[in-house]
């Protein structure tokens, strides 16, 4: 992560640490054996040369056609696999501006999405999650961002209302 980060940095690239890594930052650290990062590129022909620079500065088995497959889908998420250690890279290509903040892993600074956007990213897996059951992590992970992370409560109800995710919002935020 701090590779990442500083290849990121490095490369001038506007990003934000999400998923798993953003929702142990705000709420209850848990395991996992990926890295979720989101990138701006509005700029798509000069950041997709820094991303492949990023990505191999930062050891990571790149093959360009899922940067650009990942620019052409609707999806805009494309994965990498580490070279050395067991963890996978998923990047996120973001063509919006998103809210993120400023944090550090262990010593390094870096960046994470917003908890408000982070938890209005989660409301919008919740809802996409069939069947509904197996969105119970989702809704551990908002529920630990609340518990130990302030937030803008009207932030997130706005979004959810643009999302139409208002019925989730209700549930989990009283």
Do not use: C, H, W
Not at 2 to 14: G, P, R, T, W
Request: a positive charge.
């Amino acid at each position: 992560m701090k590779k990442l980060a500083d290849a990121f940095e490095s490369e001038k690239l506007d990003y934000a640490f999400t998923g798993a890594l953003a929702v142990s930052y705000y709420g209850v650290p848990r395991t996992t054996t990926d890295v979720d990062v989101i990138v701006d590129v509005r700029n798509q022909s000069d950041d997709r040369e820094k991303i492949i620079r990023a990505l191999k500065r930062s050891e990571l088995k790149v093959d360009e056609r899922k940067i650009d497959n990942a620019f052409t889908s609707g999806y805009k998420i494309a994965t990498f696999k580490s070279e050395k250690t067991p963890y996978t890279l998923d990047l996120i290509l973001s063509q919006d501006r998103f809210d993120k903040k400023p944090g550090k892993i262990g010593n390094a600074l870096t960046f994470f999405q917003s908890p408000e956007s982070l938890i209005a990213s989660k409301f919008r897996m919740i809802k996409a999650t069939l069947p509904p059951e197996r969105a119970t992590k989702d809704k551990d992970d908002v529920k630990a961002i609340l518990a130990f992370t302030k937030v803008d409560v009207e932030e997130i109800k706005k979004q959810a209302q643009k999302d139409k995710t208002l019925e989730i919002f209700k549930e989990l935020i009283p």
